[in-house]
Nanobody, 121 residues
Framework: VQLQASGGGLVQAGDSLRLSCTAS????????KGWFRQAPGKEREFVAA????????YYADSVEGRFTISRDNAKNTVHLQMNSLKPEDTAVYYC???????????????WGRGTQVTVSS
């Protein structure tokens, strides 16, 4: 099983980016999905999660109102729309999947390799 994240890059503060993550197996369309991130020298942290149906979404306080998670089950893809980016959003972003969603790392069994997001001031 593979989760392939894409869409990272170098942007300026205030810009937007859209991350995408596609799962290699069709069964993952029924899994909850989410995003974590890890900044240099910091622990990996929860960013956002979405239920398998898309009816439930959850965000870290630090991104609430700026980031939006969504999914397209027909394409087996989850997106993270990031607006009003700040330098403190700089991190490697990882997509995750599991049967149930959670906000801690050990609640997610499947992890992608990560995509770098760098926000300059």
């Amino acid at each position: 099983v593979q989760l392939q994240a894409s869409g990272g890059g170098l942007v300026q503060a205030g810009d937007s980016l859209r991350l995408s993550c596609t799962a290699s197996e069709r069964t993952f369309s029924t899994y909850a999905k989410g995003w974590f991130r890890q900044a240099p020298g910091k622990e990996r942290e929860f960013v956002a999660a979405i239920s398998w149906s898309g009816g439930g979404t959850y965000y870290a306080d630090s991104v609430e109102g700026r980031f939006t998670i969504s999914r397209d089950n027909a394409k087996n893809t989850v997106h993270l729309q990031m607006n009003s980016l700040k330098p403190e959003d700089t991190a490697v972003y990882y997509c995750v999947a599991d049967t149930l969603l959670g906000v801690t790392m050990n609640e997610w069994a499947y992890w992608g390799r990560g995509t770098q997001v760098t926000v300059s001031s």
